[in-house]
């Protein structure tokens, strides 16, 4: 059961969480090419599956709570022990903040990713769609292969295996996004928004129908050249927009949405006049070296879909350590540190990706703090198991500050032999679980 959850877990969060990435940009693209520029009513898949997991989902494989309860199977629960217990929890706190780097970093890739392949590499809304649904779709098998390390991990060196490999990960994925904001750092690109903006270029093909008939091909002006747009961009800037008839005429294209651009610095033709084209930087005044022009854009995947690993190997590690935090307080600990990866997520995107920063060095900034806050998973210690830089019984040290009562048991420790019989399955043997 357990697995089969797991593998649909994955898949379903892989599906419903970041195929709006993959499928949104294509899905609304006919939207915009009747020129609806903004469009609400969409109504999120996730909304109808949460529903009907509401609606038609057990408590437990056994049972629901109510059931088990009446039946003595299962202890009652007590809100307030379970609470205090979980909140009490230095562990339990450790990794809710250090999950807030894993899965809060995939929540805030899916949300930048589209925008820093359409906006800086300078590729078409859809193109960018697909590269930044590769973050999402490495769900697939990361997540479960975390949770697989760590059980390996735990087979040869214990708990201190589950930790030291959680670290590692985590401080790899931490690299890699350090990798990716680093790639195009160097180059210019369309930041800050506030820049005055410059006339739109558009790259056409050089097909061999164009040079036989003398139609535009490579870098030409929407302004120009008998084309008449008042079209801009930002230095080093790109964005999708619909073409006019006239516009569709003078480029002799049928596509009607085209990506325009701030073309490479240079010279051409405009209207017979010799006409520098392409921008400088305002502070050196040299000719700009955009990231739209470096053809980084194939690079840059790779090195997302590597992060991507990483970072969902890391969450299936984390909640390789989360059940034996406290057994008492499982579902506490659990949605404590579920919540904190939509915290991290919130704390990153604000700090980073709000304006304060270019995409890509608050992506290097990200990776910095990913790898400093990953460094308190060596706080965390396990009485009964040890830590990561000391065994079993070298410090005298309990992480739970609050004690449950000592018969106190956890809502997975149940009476299977009581289960049995509130199936009705009198005279079958089961197997009956210590209460303490």
């Given amino acids: ?38 469009s609400r009513g969409l109504v999120p898949p996730e909304a109808v599956l949460g529903a009907a997991f509401v609606f038609t989902g057990r408590d437990l494989p056994d049972g629901n709570y109510r059931e088990l309860e009446s039946s003595g199977a299962k202890q009652k629960t007590d809100s307030k022990v379970v609470v205090v217990t979980g909140i009490t929890n230095v562990n339990a706190w450790i990794l809710t903040i250090t999950y807030g780097f894993c899965f809060g970093v995939e929540l805030t890739m899916n949300n930048v990713a589209n925008g820093f392949f359409a906006k800086y590499q300078g590729v078409t809304p859809q193109l960018a769609g697909i590269a930044a649904s590769m973050f999402g779709l490495m769900n697939l098998f990361a997540r479960s292969l975390g949770g697989l390390l760590s059980d390996y991990c735990n087979t040869r060196w214990g708990m201190r295996g589950r930790l030291w490999s959680c670290w590692i990960i985590q401080t790899c994925e931490g690299i890699m996004c350090l990798v990716l904001g680093s790639l195009t750092t160097s180059l210019d690109a369309p930041y800050p928004t506030t820049m005055t903006q410059v006339p739109a270029f558009v790259n056409l093909p050089a097909e061999s129908w164009r040079v036989a008939i003398g139609a535009p091909y490579g870098w030409t002006p929407l302004n120009g050249n008998g084309c008449v747009s008042s079209e801009t961009v930002l230095p080093c800037g790109s964005k999708q927009i619909k073409a006019t008839a006239e516009l569709k005429s003078c480029l002799q294209t049928q596509d009607t949405l085209i990506l325009v651009q701030d073309p490479p610095y240079g010279t051409m033709l405009i209207d017979g006049v010799n006409t520098t084209i392409g921008t400088s930087n305002a502070d050196t005044g040299l000719p700009n070296e955009c990231i739209s022009h470096a053809n980084l854009f194939s690079v840059a995947v790779i090195i997302v879909i590597i992060f991507s690993v990483f970072v969902q190997m890391a969450e299936g590690l984390h909640f390789g350590i989360v059940p034996y935090v406290s ?57 009964e198991h040890g830590s990561m830089l000391f065994k079993k019984g070298v410090l005298k040290y309990d992480p739970q500050l609050v004690k449950p009562p000592a018969d106190y048991r956890g809502s997975d420790q149940m009476d299977y032999g009581k289960v049995a019989l509130m199936q009705g399955h009198e005279g079958k043997s089961a197997k009956v679980v210590p209460q303490a």
Avoid: E, Y
């Fill in 327 to 383: 057994r008492p307080a499982l579902g506490i600990v659990s949605g404590m540190v579920g919540a904190g990866g939509n915290l991290g997520s919130v704390i990153a995107t604000n700090i980073f990706f709000k304006g304060a920063f270019r995409t890509d060095v608050g992506v290097v900034n990200l990776g910095g703090m990913i790898i400093g806050i990953t460094m308190l998973m060596f706080f965390i210690s396990f009485p």
């Fill in 1 to 38: 059961m357990l697995v089969i959850n797991l593998r649909i877990g994955a898949a379903a969060d892989c599906c419903c969480g970041n195929s709006s990435s993959l499928l949104l940009p294509d899905s609304v693209k006919p939207a915009v090419q009747r020129g609806v520029q903004n």
